[in-house]
């Protein structure tokens, strides 16, 4: 049996739903020391009938700061443009009240966590619009963090031990070089959710969908390079999809994230019970 981690994205928010260990996240990979955290609505409101619909992992209050929490295993080569997507419509639904002064705009970071080299050297990376070199606007930044670029032997980081929760094929081995206390608390969570049938066949899902969505996507983004069209999905990874999500309907998996890693819309989705 494959043995589910952290990268998984159903095990990922079902981990980081209890308030501890997400502080223990956002400490050891954002350096945010959170006192208190309020988890909001991840699914993104749309301003009208037309407008795309969109979830995100984590959509947090975090000491009165909005902040969204993002992982990203698969390169989808829109990464950039999805994180600009979610914070523009965030700030639009959170950041300020109708006929509120401009001057009271909250601030809003995105914290994304990939598992891909996106960058070419640096492990943590601080994005903000600028204009020739010029930063345009405090009110938004974006941390990423590469977990490709992190020595995972280097004991001497503090997120050593959180990023051996993502990456490892070996259970027994961290059971070794795990000391804190919080992390071993999260290593017997992932192994209780990797022990139990019913979570396991959630994470099987999500796994499943997303090694058809990277082959798609590379194939995709390939062709579309060669040919210089775009290239749309096909018929039959549609039908894929849509097998998985009645699958995860059936093990109750909120539709919301079925959504987010289906692509298929919510009616979609409802129709398929």
Do not use: W
């Not at 295993?73 to 523009?88: G, K």
């Amino acid at each position: 049996m494959k043995l589910y981690t952290l990268e998984n994205n159903y095990l990922f928010k079902k981990i980081f739903s209890k308030e501890g260990y997400l502080k223990q996240l956002l400490f050891s990979f954002f350096d945010i020391k959170a006192k208190e955290i309020e988890y909001l609505n991840t699914y993104l409101i749309k301003t009208h009938k037309e407008g795309k619909v969109g979830i995100v992992d984590m959509l947090l209050n975090v000491d009165g700061e909005i902040v969204i929490l993002e992982l990203q295993n698969i390169d989808r080569h829109n990464f950039e443009d999805r994180l600009l997507f979610y914070s523009s419509n965030i700030i639009t639904n959170h950041c300020l009240e109708e006929g509120e002064d401009y001057e009271n705009l909250k601030s809003i970071k995105v914290y994304a966590i990939i598992n891909y080299p996106l960058f070419n050297s640096k492990i943590k990376n601080s994005v903000r619009l600028k204009v020739k070199n010029k930063i345009f606007t405090k009110k938004l930044e974006y941390e990423i963090f590469d977990l490709t670029k992190v020595n995972k032997n280097n004991k001497e980081n503090k997120y050593y031990e959180l990023v051996n929760l993502f990456n490892t094929e070996n259970i027994n081995e961290l059971d070794k070089t795990i000391t804190s206390d919080i992390c071993k608390k999260i290593l017997e969570e992932i192994k209780r959710y990797n022990l139990d049938s019913k979570e396991y066949k959630k994470m099987e899902d999500i796994e499943r969908l997303m090694m058809n969505e990277t082959e798609h996507y590379d194939t995709a983004y390939k062709v579309g390079k060669r040919e210089g069209i775009s290239q749309g999905i096909s018929q039959g990874v549609i039908q894929n999809k849509k097998e998985i999500a009645k699958n995860m309907l059936t093990e109750n998996v909120d539709v919301s994230l079925i959504s987010k890693y289906t692509n298929l819309s919510v009616k979609e989705i409802e129709s398929l019970r």
